[in-house]
């Protein structure tokens, strides 16, 4: 389906404090881990249960990492068991991940775009705003 994308907007319950990192995940995503969600919950854009969008983007930004050191070790193409030049499945692998990642950025507030649709700042948890919890 195409058209516009809703609007991202911040949900009551916006996280005060960054979670910690999931156990098990690689280091690469605990470092986008703690980046990412220092961004969104300093901004108040984040929810409890949004976590899982932010633990995929960050093993996606791993997996781009690893298909990268895989690619500059092993250059693009390899040959195969029949002697042909094929490209090796790092390179599509990386732009499977690309396409993930730049969904799931837009999904988060990540992107330029999504930002300038994601103003913040939970409803009802502004002692200044006038409107109270409407």
């Known amino acids: 389906m195409r058209g516009r994308k809703a609007e991202v907007r911040a949900l009551d319950g916006a996280l005060s404090r960054v979670p910690s990192v999931p156990g098990g995940m690689p280091?690469?995503?605990?470092?986008?881990?703690?980046?990412?969600?220092?961004?969104?919950?300093?901004?108040?854009?984040?929810?409890?249960?949004?976590?899982?969008?932010?633990?995929?983007?960050?093993?996606?930004v791993s997996h781009i990492a690893?298909?990268?050191?895989?690619?500059?070790?092993?250059g693009l193409t390899m040959v195969s068991p029949t002697g042909e030049t094929k490209r090796r499945p790092e390179t599509t692998l990386l732009k499977e991940y690309?396409?993930?990642?730049?969904?799931?950025?837009?999904?988060?507030?990540?992107?330029?775009?999504?930002?300038?649709?994601?103003?913040?700042?939970?409803?009802?948890?502004?002692?200044?705003?006038?409107?109270?919890?409407i």
């Open 98 to 133: 690309h396409a993930t990642l730049a969904r799931l950025a837009g999904e988060l507030g990540l992107t330029p775009a999504s930002q300038a649709k994601n103003k913040g700042g939970a409803a009802g948890n502004d002692e200044n705003d006038a409107l109270g919890d």
């Open 66 to 74: 690893d298909c990268e050191a895989a690619i500059a070790e092993h």
């Open 27 to 60: 280091k690469r995503a605990a470092t986008e881990w703690r980046k990412v969600l220092g961004a969104l919950v300093g901004q108040r854009k984040i929810a409890d249960h949004e976590l899982p969008v932010v633990d995929a983007y960050c093993r996606v």
